[in-house]
């Protein structure tokens, strides 16, 4: 004799700013939260991002486009935008520009239904009121996560601080003697903060294609087009 199971009807609790949660409970009452709302867990501890104004909005725009550029003249690579991306037990994030590497291509985070599991190579945040966040708890949580590249563009002060890993921790990499910010993670990524913060989408593009021409960017996609690597 068949039984039927009558429907799932549990009313989850809703999410609150400041509870104590392990990822895969903060996951469940996320999904059921009303469309709309944003949160992200950090280090076990529910966060409720703040509305975002119009220049945090641009800067996005601005980023995305720099990262998009990139990855136009580097096949394979993956740059998902406000995504959640579940870093292990206690965090699960949504940082508004990443650039990763497919697993299938040697990365070290991938898809599982449908979200960004382990860490990306590379993070951006953009920031304003929560830079102090940006900068202290969250770059702790990315760091033990294994991110090997973490940006976090300031707005007001406008500033950009870009940390590469070292012997597991983040250490701040300063520009060149041109100003400019180089990927050691992605050759040919490079950043013209002046051009950013003026919105000179132009000069954002130059600086990145001096990158791009470089023979180690050449040897990366060609890394990358080959496929998988051995083993």
């Not at 009452?29 to 709309?36: D, L, S, T």
């Not at 033990?144 to 597991?168: M, N, Q, S």
């Not at 003026?198 to 000069?203: D, T, V």
Request: glycine share 10%.
């Amino acid at each position: 004799m068949s039984t039927i199971r009558p429907p799932d009807r549990r009313v989850l609790p809703p999410l609150v700013a400041g509870q104590r949660l392990d990822q895969a409970t903060f996951h469940e009452r996320y999904k059921a939260m009303p469309p709309g709302v944003r949160s992200e867990l950090v280090g076990g501890e529910v966060v409720m991002p703040s509305p975002l104004l119009n220049d945090h909005g641009e800067m996005d725009e601005h980023v995305g486009y720099w990262l998009s550029h990139y990855k136009r003249f580097t096949p394979g690579l993956r740059s998902p935008r406000n995504t959640s991306t579940i870093l292990g037990r206690e965090s699960e994030v949504q940082p508004d520009c990443q650039l990763r590497i497919p697993q299938e291509l040697g990365g070290q985070s991938r898809v599982i239904d449908g979200y960004v599991t382990g860490a990306p190579e590379l993070v951006l945040e953009v920031s304003k009121a929560s830079r102090s966040f940006d900068l202290g708890r969250k770059k702790d949580e990315y760091e033990k996560a294994g991110v090997l590249e973490y940006l976090v563009v300031t707005i007001e002060p406008d500033e950009v601080t870009w940390f590469v890993r070292r012997d597991g921790r983040f250490v701040p990499q300063a520009p060149g003697r041109d100003g400019l910010f180089r990927s050691e993670v992605f050759p040919g990524l490079w950043l013209d903060p002046a051009a950013l913060f003026a919105g000179n989408l132009n000069g954002l593009s130059a600086a990145l294609e001096q990158g791009l021409a470089t023979p180690e960017h050449a040897a990366f996609a060609a890394r990358l087009a080959a496929g998988p690597p051995p083993g």
